[in-house]
């Protein structure tokens, strides 16, 4: 049975809404989460437990956002609850070296063979923004090129965009990014070779690295051929610039190997953030024992962190790790998502609706359009109505997306076959009221 809009309070979170915004620009601490690209206010949320979330007003949601893809186990994970419990009787932060870290490397490093050495940080921005020194302390060049599309945390150097013209400099994307920074952050489209080749002839000798996201899932699910990946790693190659693989969603995700193996690529950096501390704030990157030797206090790179290698947020991460380690994980979770896809699909197709649904692993990505979509300027901004129609359905009958339709959907271990169920009967419907 689904629930109808009146039987839906929203009073609770309304009223913290109001009070947030007095502390908090926009009332949050991360934009996304204002509900600005659809409709109503923010959701407080009071607790999770497995694929379900309740809010302050008690209503009840499966959740697909999995608070931006870490919570790949669902919420309130037994295994990772416990290993947090018995670290927090021993402490909370030591600023000293802990087995903890070793551990938690160690799992890593075994399963997955891309990097040789790893570094701890505490997100997915400090990890990026580490590696981007790295390449470019490696490298002794300052000048590093990102793709329109992808989204790499918000340091200074990365929060930049497109310019007009194939290969220009970018254009700062927030204000209070310095113009000279953004003069050293070339900006290309994706999956497009000549740009690539043209970048190299315009700023010869002067790129330390190529940073794209293993698979770009921050704006639209851009899913990139093979051949194209395996030109960006040859053309970064034979000019001397690194290639740097953000695998701060994909990683853990498509596996311990990332998208770097279902590319079937060795990038020289990768990034990792998200899944890697079980829902505790860990990021990391990492990279060859001769890349890591450049970084503080081997080399001369510096980074640090005072809570870097946190024991409670490791603790979490080995729990985590630990699960996704065993044998078929992933393939299991794949083939729940490719299942849940195909029914939609189906349903899509029957009625002729202009959707289509992109995957890849345990992600999925809703566009209105029967393109196949590779790069950010082939979405179309006005199909976001669609997008914003079909969440206000979603949440009136129990199901959590992301609030915007720039961002992907995520499918938990924890999501059951009748939660999974109930959530298609859930969206075929939203979409049948969208496409009336
Ligand atoms: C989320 C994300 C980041 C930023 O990570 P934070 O932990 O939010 O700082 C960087 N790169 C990619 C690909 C991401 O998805």
Redesign the pocket.
């Given at each position: 049975m689904t629930t109808s809009v009146s039987d839906i309070s929203r009073k609770q979170s309304a009223e913290l809404f109001e009070k947030a915004k007095q502390y908090f620009p926009g009332g949050v601490n991360s934009p996304v989460r204002a509900f600005k690209s659809v409709y109503g206010t923010p959701l407080f949320i009071e607790r999770g437990d497995q694929a379900h979330l309740w809010d302050a007003d008690g209503n009840e949601f499966i959740d697909f956002c999995c608070s931006?893809?870490p919570l790949i186990l669902g919420h309130n994970n037994a295994e990772i609850r416990e290993a947090v419990q018995e670290q927090l009787g021993k402490g909370l932060s030591f600023g000293a070296p802990t087995k903890l870290e070793n551990d938690l490397a160690e799992l890593i490093l075994t399963h997955n063979k891309k990097i040789e050495k790893i570094r701890f940080v505490s997100?997915?921005?400090?990890a990026?923004m580490s590696a981007i020194r790295l390449a470019r302390g490696y490298t002794k060049r300052d000048k590093i090129v990102k793709f329109e599309g992808c989204?790499?945390?918000h340091s200074d150097s990365l929060l930049v965009k497109a310019g007009s013209g194939l290969v220009t400099f970018g254009e700062t994307s927030s204000a209070g990014v310095p113009k000279a920074f953004a003069d050293e952050t070339i900006v290309i489209a994706l999956n497009d070779k000549q740009a690539l080749e043209q970048v190299f002839v315009d700023f010869k000798d002067q790129i330390a690295a190529v940073i794209i996201?293993g698979v770009p899932?921050?704006n639209g699910l851009l899913i990139q051929d093979k051949d194209y990946i395996h030109f960006l790693r040859d053309i970064t190659k034979a000019n001397g610039a690194l290639m740097i693989f953000?695998e701060?969603?994909t990683g853990f995700r498509l596996g311990f190997e990332g998208a770097a193996k279902y590319y079937d690529i060795q990038p020289d950096i990768l990034t990792y953030?998200?899944i890697i501390g079980g829902g505790m704030p860990v990021?990391a990157y990492g990279a060859s024992k001769e890349l890591m030797a450049c970084i503080s206090p081997d080399g001369s790179v510096y980074q640090a962190g005072t809570l870097s290698g946190n024991p409670v947020a490791m603790a979490a991460g080995i729990a985590a790790l630990s699960i996704l380690a065993r044998p078929g994980f992933y393939e299991q979770l794949e083939k729940t998502t490719q299942a849940f896809v195909d029914e939609l699909r189906a349903h899509i197709a029957e009625k002729g609706y202009g959707v289509r649904i992109f995957t890849i692993g345990s992600i999925f990505w809703f566009a209105f359009s029967n393109e196949n979509i590779q790069r950010a300027d082939q979405i179309d901004p006005a199909s976001m109505e669609n997008y914003k129609k079909m969440h206000r359905e979603l949440l009136n009958r129990g199901v959590y997306f992301g609030p915007s339709g720039y961002e992907v959907g995520f499918i938990s271990a924890a999501h059951t076959e009748a939660d999974l169920t109930k959530s298609l009967a859930v969206i075929k419907e939203a979409l049948d009221i969208v496409f009336q």
């Open positions: 931006w893809g997100s997915g921005t400090e990026v989204y790499h945390g996201e899932a921050n953000d701060v969603i953030g998200k990021g």
